[in-house]
C-alpha cells in the first residue's frame, strides 16, 4: 500500500485500485494505480502554495502563477491545511490558514449543513456558497454574511450521500519520475486504456479568483505513451467530479448541468488550472438517475463564473437583497422560514398586499419542551440523551435532539456534561424561581449574527421608531383584550367593549410614549375589572373550598383586580405564571432570530428584565397566557385545593404546576389561521413570525410591524 503525506505533515493511506472496490461494492472499470509522490526537484520552480493536498510538478512556462490565499506578500508560502473537524458526527473539514494568523470558515462543499460564520470581506469565498448566489443572492446573504442555517431534507440527504467522498485524505498524487519508477514498462498500444488516478476530498484555492473549494473526487488521467516520457507534464489531465443527489436539467439537447452545478463545478476547473493543471472539463454525477454530464470550459462560462463572483462581492457589502417573487426555488429553499419571501414582498409597502402568501414554513415544531419542576432532581448526559435521577433512581430519559428547550424550576441541579451538550445542540436551558420568576438562561453560540443587533441598538436610540413601535404593540394587545371578552364573557358588556375599542384607535395615535402608558393602563382597568366574568363559577355543592394547615381558609377562584408580586390570590398566581412562561418563550425566540431581549422599544431598560420580550409577548398575553389561566379554571384542571401559601404569596402545589404546564404547551401547539398570512400556523410559531417580522421592520424589508390580532 503506498503511503502519501500531506502538505501538514499528516499520513493518509491511498488503497489500491482492489482494495477500494471490495469496500466500496462496485465493479472493476478502468485500471487505476496510486504510487508515492517523488520528491519535488530542488531546482525547479517552487510548487503552488496553495491549498492542495501535494506539491505540484513543474509547470510549464505558460502556467498561471501559483496562488498564496490570504496573504499580502508572494514570497511568503501560505500554509493551508486539511484536517478532519473535531467532534462531528458528519465528515467536515476545517480550512487551517497559519499565515496570516486569521482562519478561513469553516465549510463542507457540495450539500454540507456545516455554514460559516460572517467573514470579512477580505476572506475568500467558498465555490458552495457561490453555488448558493446563483440559486438566490439573498439565501447567499443569509448563509455566508449573517451564518444562518436550518437543515431540511435535502441538506440532510446530501450530507448523508457525501460521507465517503468526505472520508477521502484529500491527496492529488503525481506520476512518478522516470528516476524513481522502476524498470521501464514496455510501450502501450494504441488500444490502451489511460491511466487513471482518483483523489477524494481534494481542497484547493485561486487567489485570483478568490474562491476556495473542496472537490468531491479528481481524477488524474494519463495517456500510456506518457512512460516513455514522464517529465511531459501536459501529458497529465485532471478532471473534477461533483457528486450531485439530484437529476440533471433536461435540456433541447438532452441533460444539462443547473445553473448553480454549472457554478460550483466550473470553478473547480478554474481553481485546478490556477493551481498548474490542465483541466479542460469537469463531470457532475447525478445519483436520481445514475448519469454523468460533462461541463466543458469555455470563455464564454469563464466569464460568466467571473462576473458571478463580482456579483456575490458586492452583496457581501451591501443590503441584503429583495426576496426572489413567487419563485419555485423557495418551496425547497430550508431558509423558507427565515427569508419569509411572499410575506415580505406583501408588507414592503405601507398597505399590505392582496396576494395570499404561500405557507413554506412547518405549521408546528416536533421538538418538545421539557420542564424538571421536582425538587432535587438531578439532570445528567450520556450519549446525547439526558437522565433525569431522583437520588439514585433514574425518572427518565429524554433525547437532547427531540427538546427544543429545558426548563428548571427551584432546586434542579444539572450537570456540566448536559449543559455542554445542550449548548452543542443548540437547546437552551432556562432557569425559574420555585415561585415562576424567569430569572436565567443558558445558550451556546450558534447564532453569530451582529448585524440585526447594530441595527436594534441604532434604532432603540430613536424616539419616533420607539413610539411607532409601542404603538402597534399596545393596540394589538388592547385589541385582543376586546376578543377575548367577546368570547369568553358571561354577559359580554357592550359599553366596556366600545370604551377598548376606542382605547385601541387612540393607541395608534398617541404622541408619546408616557401618553401610551396611560392609555394601556386605562384598557387594562377597563379588561381586568370584567376578568372575572369569565371565570365560569363551581358548583357551590360539589367544589366547596376545603381547609388544610397550609390554607385554614379555603381558596376561590373570584377575582377583584390584578396583583403580583407576590400573587395573593389563586387566580393572579396562575396569571404571574403564566406570563413568565411567556416571557422565556419570546426571549427564546428573539434569541432565536438575532435580537438582544434587553433592550426593547416600549418597556425601558432594566436590568435584568428582558424588555423586548416584554414588548413581543404584550399582543400575545390574552391569546395564551390569560387564555391558558381560563381553561385551567373552567375545565377544573386546577382545583381550589392545588394552592399553598407562603408569607403572602400564593402558589400552585407541585402536581398542580405539572399539569398547568401540559395547559400552557397544548395552548402554544394549538392551531390558528394567522390572520394577515391566512395559513394554519402554532402560537408558538405564531410568535416566531412576529419576531421575524419586527427584525425585518428594523432592517427595513417591510415598510411597518403587523401585530397579531386575531378576529
Known amino acids: 500500500m503506498a503511503r502519501y503525506v500531506l502538505p501538514n505533515g499528516c499520513n493518509s493511506n491511498m488503497k489500491t485500485d482492489e482494495t477500494r472496490r471490495s469496500q466500496s461494492g462496485t465493479s472493476p472499470r478502468t485500471h487505476i494505480t496510486t504510487r508515492p509522490l ?33 496573504t499580502d506578500d508572494p514570497a511568503r508560502p501560505l500554509e493551508i491545511h486539511v484536517k478532519p473537524a473535531a467532534h462531528s458526527a458528519t465528515p467536515a473539514f476545517v480550512v487551517d490558514v497559519t499565515h496570516p494568523s486569521a482562519a478561513a470558515p469553516r465549510h463542507q462543499d457540495g450539500g454540507s449543513s456545516t455554514i460559516p460564520s460572517a467573514a470579512p470581506l477580505d476572506q475568500p469565498l467558498q465555490a458552495r456558497m457561490l453555488n448558493e448566489f446563483v440559486y438566490c443572492p439573498r439565501l447567499f446573504y443569509y448563509e455566508y454574511v449573517e451564518g444562518v442555517f436550518l437543515a431540511s431534507h435535502d441538506t440532510l440527504r446530501g450530507d448523508a450521500l457525501h460521507r465517503r467522498v468526505d472520508s477521502g485524505s484529500g491527496a492529488l498524487p503525481q506520476p512518478a519520475k522516470a528516476d524513481d519508477a ?19 476530498s481534494v481542497q484547493m484555492g485561486s487567489e485570483k479568483l478568490g474562491v476556495v473549494a473542496k472537490m468531491d473526487l479528481v481524477e488524474a488521467r494519463r495517456d500510456a505513451s506518457a512512460q516513455t516520457d514522464p517529465d511531459l507534464f501536459d501529458l497529465l489531465e485532471v478532471r473534477p467530479v461533483d457528486y450531485k443527489a439530484g437529476s440533471p436539467r433536461e435540456g433541447e439537447n438532452g441533460n444539462e448541468l443547473w445553473d448553480t452545478d454549472r457554478m460550483q463545478l466550473g470553478l473547480q476547473v478554474l481553481i485546478l488550472r490556477h493551481n498548474g493543471y490542465t483541466c479542460n472539463e469537469g463531470v457532475i454525477y447525478y445519483r436520481g438517475t445514475k448519469q454523468r454530464v460533462t461541463l466543458p470550459m469555455t470563455p464564454e462560462l469563464e466569464a460568466w463564473i467571473t462576473e458571478n463572483i463580482a456579483g456575490a462581492r458586492r452583496v457581501t457589502s451591501g443590503p441584503i437583497p429583495a426576496p426572489l417573487e413567487h419563485s419555485p426555488k423557495c418551496g425547497r429553499c430550508s431558509l423558507a422560514p427565515v427569508c419569509l419571501p411572499d410575506e415580505t414582498r406583501m408588507l414592503e409597502q405601507d398597505t399590505p398586499g392582496t396576494a395570499i402568501p ?3 414554513i412547518a ?13 432535587g432532581v438531578r439532570v445528567g448526559c450520556s450519549g446525547g440523551v439526558l437522565k433525569i435521577k431522583e437520588k439514585d433512581r433514574l425518572v427518565d430519559e429524554v433525547r437532547i435532539r427531540d427538546l427544543s428547550h429545558v426548563a428548571l424550576f427551584g432546586n434542579v441541579q444539572v450537570s456540566t456534561q448536559a449543559v455542554q451538550a445542550l449548548c452543542e445542540q443548540e437547546v437552551p436551558i432556562t432557569f425559574f424561581s420555585m415561585g415562576g420568576w424567569f430569572y436565567g438562561i443558558t445558550r451556546g453560540h450558534g447564532l453569530k449574527n451582529i448585524f440585526l443587533r447594530i441595527r436594534q441598538f441604532e434604532q432603540a436610540a430613536r424616539e419616533d421608531t420607539c413610539l411607532a413601535l409601542a404603538r402597534f404593540f399596545v393596540h394589538g394587545k388592547i385589541r385582543n383584550h376586546r376578543t377575548l371578552l367577546m368570547r369568553n364573557h358571561i354577559e359580554p358588556p357592550e359599553h366596556s367593549l366600545g370604551k377598548l ?29 370584567h376578568f372575572a366574568g369569565m371565570l365560569k ?18 381558596f376561590t377562584f373570584s377575582f377583584t383586580n390584578r396583583n403580583r408580586r407576590p400573587p395573593t390570590d389563586p387566580v393572579n398566581a396562575m396569571l404571574s405564571l403564566a406570563y413568565s412562561m411567556l416571557s422565556k418563550d419570546c426571549t427564546l425566540m428573539l434569541l432565536a432570530v438575532g435580537f438582544d ?28 397566557a390569560e387564555s391558558v389561566v381560563l381553561t385551567c379554571v373552567n375545565n377544573r384542571v386546577i382545583r381550589q385545593d392545588d394552592f399553598i401559601r407562603a408569607g403572602q404569596a400564593v402558589n400552585l402545589d407541585a402536581p398542580a404546576r405539572k399539569r398547568f404546564f401540559q395547559i400552557y404547551e397544548q395552548r402554544m401547539s394549538t392551531l390558528i389561521t394567522h390572520p394577515l ?15 421575524r417580522l419586527l427584525a425585518k421592520t428594523l432592517t427595513g424589508e417591510i415598510a411597518r410591524y403587523v401585530p397579531l390580532t386575531t378576529r
Open 597 to 624: 431581549p434587553y433592550l426593547g422599544f416600549y418597556h425601558q431598560p432594566r436590568f435584568g428584565r428582558p424588555a423586548l420580550a416584554l414588548d413581543l409577548m404584550e399582543e400575545f398575553r390574552p391569546l395564551i
Open 38 to 70: 517523488p520528491a519535488p526537484d530542488k531546482e525547479s520552480t517552487p510548487s503552488p502554495t496553495g491549498p492542495c493536498a501535494q506539491p505540484l510538478p513543474t509547470p510549464p512556462a505558460d502556467a498561471p502563477p501559483a496562488p498564496n490565499i490570504g
Open 501 to 529: 375599542k376606542c382605547l385601541a384607535d387612540e393607541a395608534t395615535r398617541a404622541g408619546s410614549l408616557p401618553e401610551l402608558l396611560g392609555i394601556e393602563g386605562a384598557a387594562a382597568s377597563v379588561y381586568f375589572e
Open 677 to 691: 398570512f391566512d395559513y394554519k400556523v402554532s402560537y408558538r410559531r405564531a410568535i416566531e413570525l412576529q419576531a
Open 537 to 554: 363559577p363551581a358548583d357551590p355543592a360539589r367544589e366547596a373550598p376545603q381547609s388544610t394547615p397550609h390554607q385554614p381558609e379555603g
Open 363 to 375: 405549521a408546528r415544531d416536533d421538538e418538545r419542551s421539557l420542564y424538571l419542576n421536582t425538587q
Open 182 to 200: 522502476g524498470p521501464a514498462e514496455p510501450a502501450a498500444s494504441p488500444q490502451a486504456a489511460p491511466e487513471i488516478i482518483h483523489s477524494r
Open 358 to 360: 404561500r405557507r413554506l
